[in-house]
């Protein structure tokens, strides 16, 4: 069975950090790009962050830019989001997903998606 499953979510003060995985099982990882995304409560998902396949190059939305490292782990199959300077806004649910290849951050262009793992930041 080909999935992605996430996990390290949680609550989590304001200026705190959260370390979210993104493990596969099914399939190695090694040749897709594997993007972040959110969706807060009333809004549409949108793109964190993303790293490529090929080249290792990654995405940060301008929200998220200088505050959560994307990287990749592919002997372990697995892809992290370290969440740095969490703000109340952060508060979502965090959905990983892959694509062939090259980042994008199209929601159509992704094939496979986790579940879903809920963050949420407040004193």
């Known amino acids: 069975q080909l999935q992605l499953v996430e996990s390290g979510g949680g609550l989590v003060q304001p200026g705190g950090s959260l370390r979210l995985s993104c493990a596969a099982s099914g399939f190695t990882l090694d040749y897709y790009a594997i993007g972040w995304f959110r969706q807060a409560p009333g809004k549409e998902r949108e793109g964190v962050s993303c790293i490529s396949s090929s080249d290792g190059s990654t995405y940060y939305a301008d929200s998220v830019k200088g505050r959560f490292p994307i990287s990749r782990d592919n002997a372990k199959n697995t892809v992290y989001l370290q969440m740095n300077s969490l703000k109340p806004e952060d508060t979502a649910v965090y959905y990983c997903?892959?694509?062939?290849?090259?980042?994008?951050?199209?929601?159509?262009?992704?094939?496979?998606w986790g579940q879903g793992t809920q963050v949420t930041v407040s004193s």
């Open positions: 997903a892959a694509k062939p290849k090259y980042c994008r951050m199209a929601t159509y262009e992704y094939f496979y």
